[in-house]
Structure formats: structure tokens, C-alpha cells
């Protein structure tokens, strides 16, 4: 699923709409998704068992940064340390089928969410977008039944 | 309790990798992709561009409709199998592979021209998505049989052989045509 303008090979693409049955825009978008939620994963996790960079270590931290940049790394920390459960009331859209709540209009506003180093902290609408929108990359690329996001509830 | 995930638990209680059956998400993705629009930098072309919602009944009909279809090809006839493709299609908009079966099934009939829409609307669907929802095959996979679908269809209808760049040359130990992969390729859709 293609998340985001972030790349220049993104930009080079055709409009998200397009009718074009030639692949090489769609294929472009599934590897910036995959890149998306690979480094997404890097710090996790939330919900995620494993993690490449310690999100508790500057140094971790810091190489993560020199790859992909600070709004991207932190982006990252924040996607792997933050209940994305609460967020949009995640965790009851999976397993309830319940309606999210509607977000404020400002991007800046702020929201109050878990997070597993902090105790709590602070997003914008926008980082909750964007951190929404790449979980449901992530999923989308692992939609089979053995995998369990269901059952047990895990979110 | 069922613990599936067989890296994220240590007694997974199915077995690797399982059948590949469809999980029931589209029905929140669907609805959190509608709730987070208009905070996003780029909206996704996913699920109409983060504009239509579907419902987890829906989603769950289509994909058991679907699951039914491609399961038991044996014991069901085409009409059988093309009525709960159908279904699929129409019940889920934003799953791709019910069209592109539907286009296989088609083109077994010699319904070339439908063949080459379900070919081309499975594609449609396919692209926003960027990933297989029957995860049994990968996205280009998928892909790469919808379009060699698309191109046999539209060339028979057009009265030219299936496929095009047939050897001069070359059979094959059967005596059928050779065909240049590359040459392939550049017709494609």
C-alpha cells in the first residue's frame, strides 16, 4: 500500500488513481510500503516481539537517525513504544468492530497515549495518522488467519 | 485460546504456515483509513482513497463466498464457482482475485472480452492494494496472471494468437511454439 510522497522514486510515480494497467508504479508503492514498515519495526515493540535497534539506547538511536533521518526515526521510536491500541481506539475497531472515534480538525492538536518507556505521552493528529496508516500497511502485508491479531486480542 | 502467530508466541497452536486463508481486517483498516484522511500528508488510493468503509458481515461473506469458490473446485460446477466469485467481487470491493478467477473462468469458456475486463478490473483492484489478499500466491504473482490473462484475451479477440513472438525456429519437445519471454513482456498490459 503506497503510505507517502517520502522518496523521490515516490514522486516519479504516477497519481495514486491512476487506471494504468502497468504494474511498475504499484510495484514502487509495495516496496516503499515494505520500507515503511521495516523500519517502522526497527523499534518495536508495542506489539512486535523483536527489535533490530534498542529504543532505549542513544546509540541505537542515533545510527537508526544517520540511515533515515530525524522525523523518521522518531516517527519509528514513537510507532514501536506507543499503545497503538489506544489510538483511534484501535484496539476496539479489531475486536469489537466499534467506529472509531472522529479526530479534532487541527493536525497539531494534541493526544495523551500509552507508551511503554514514558508511561504516557503526547502525539499530534498527524503522527497518529501516520503511525495508523503504516499499521495498517503492516497488517495488510500479514492478513492471514495464523497470524493472530484477533485471537488473542493483542492490540 | 488459539495462539497463532508462530513468531510472537512460543506454542503456536497451528501449524506453520497454515492454509493461507484471508484474515477478517479490511472491515477496521477500512474504517481507521476513513478516521485518519484527512490528517494524512498523501491519502492512500487503498479502500477508494480512504473513502468507503466496509462492513465486517460483508467482508466475512466475501471471504468465506471466495474460500468456498477456490476450495472446492472439485465438487462445484463453473456456474457454481462463478456465482460465488460474483459475490466475492461485489461484496468486497477492494479485493482483486475473485475478478481475476472469474477472468480465468471466462477465458476457459472462449469469453474472450469478459475475460479481458475481469482481467483488467482485477488489476485495478490489485494496484491500490499493492499486496495479494489471497496471500497463497505473492502480489506479483497475482499480478504477473491477470496480465498474461488480459494479453491472451485481448489477442484472441482481436483474432491473433494467444500469444504473440512465436519461434520460427523452435518447438518444443512436443512439437508447441517457443516464445520469447522479453517479446512477451513488451505486450503486455
Redesign the interface.
Known amino acids: 500500500m503506497y503510505v507517502g510522497p517520502a522518496s523521490s522514486t515516490r514522486a516519479t510515480c504516477a497519481p495514486p488513481a491512476t487506471r494504468s494497467l502497468n504494474p511498475e508504479c504499484a510495484i514502487d508503492r509495495a516496496a516503499s510500503e515494505r520500507v515503511h514498515v521495516c523500519w517502522a519495526r526497527a523499534q518495536s515493540g508495542d506489539l512486535f516481539r523483536f527489535f533490530l535497534y534498542d529504543a532505549t539506547n542513544v546509540a541505537d538511536r542515533s545510527s537508526l537517525r544517520a540511515i533515515v533521518g530525524e522525523p523518521a526515526e522518531l516517527l519509528t521510536w514513537r510507532f514501536g513504544t506507543v499503545a497503538r491500541g489506544e489510538l483511534l481506539n484501535l484496539a476496539e475497531a479489531i475486536q469489537l468492530d466499534a467506529p472509531p472515534p472522529s479526530m479534532t480538525s487541527n493536525p497539531a492538536d494534541l493526544v495523551s497515549v500509552s507508551h511503554r518507556l514514558d508511561n504516557s505521552t503526547t502525539l499530534t493528529n498527524a503522527d497518529v495518522a501516520k503511525i495508523l496508516i503504516v499499521t495498517i500497511a503492516d497488517y495488510l502485508e500479514q492478513m492471514v488467519e495464523t497470524n493472530g491479531w484477533c485471537v488473542p486480542p493483542r492490540v | ?9 512460543d506454542q ?1 497452536t ?1 501449524l ?10 479490511m ?3 477500512s ?3 476513513h ?12 479502500f477508494h ?1 480512504c473513502s468507503t468503509v466496509l462492513s ?1 458481515a460483508d467482508e466475512t461473506a466475501a471471504r468465506d463466498a471466495y474460500w468456498h469458490a477456490v476450495l472446492s473446485e472439485a465438487t462445484l460446477e463453473p456456474q457454481e464457482m462463478e456465482a460465488l466469485l460474483t459475490f466475492a467481487a461485489k461484496t468486497n470491493p477492494f479485493i482483486a482475485e475473485p475478478l481475476a478467477l472469474l477472468a480465468q473462468l471466462s477465458f476457459r469458456r472462449g469469453e474472450h472480452a469478459a475475460a479481458a475486463t475481469y482481467a ?1 478490473a482485477a ?2 483492484r ?6 495479494a ?1 489471497d ?1 497463497r500466491r505473492s ?2 504473482h497475482w ?1 504477473g496472471f491477470a ?1 498474461m490473462l ?1 494479453l491472451r484475451a485481448s489477442r484472441l479477440l482481436q483474432g491473433l494468437p494467444g500469444l504473440p513472438a512465436a519461434s520460427t525456429t523452435q518447438v518444443s519437445t512436443f512439437g508447441a511454439a517457443l516464445h520469447s519471454i522479453p517479446a512477451i513482456v513488451a505486450q503486455l ?1
Open positions: 485460546m488459539r495462539r497463532r502467530d508462530h513468531h510472537q508466541v503456536a497451528e506453520y504456515p497454515g492454509d493461507g486463508k484471508p484474515a477478517i481486517a472491515h477496521w483498516m474504517s481507521i483509513c478516521a485518519i484522511r484527512s490528517h494524512l500528508e498523501v491519502t492512500p488510493p487503498v482513497g465486517r483488467a488489476l485495478e490489485f494496484y491500490p492494494l499493492a499486496s489478499w496471500k502480489f506479483a499480478v496480465r488480459h498490459p
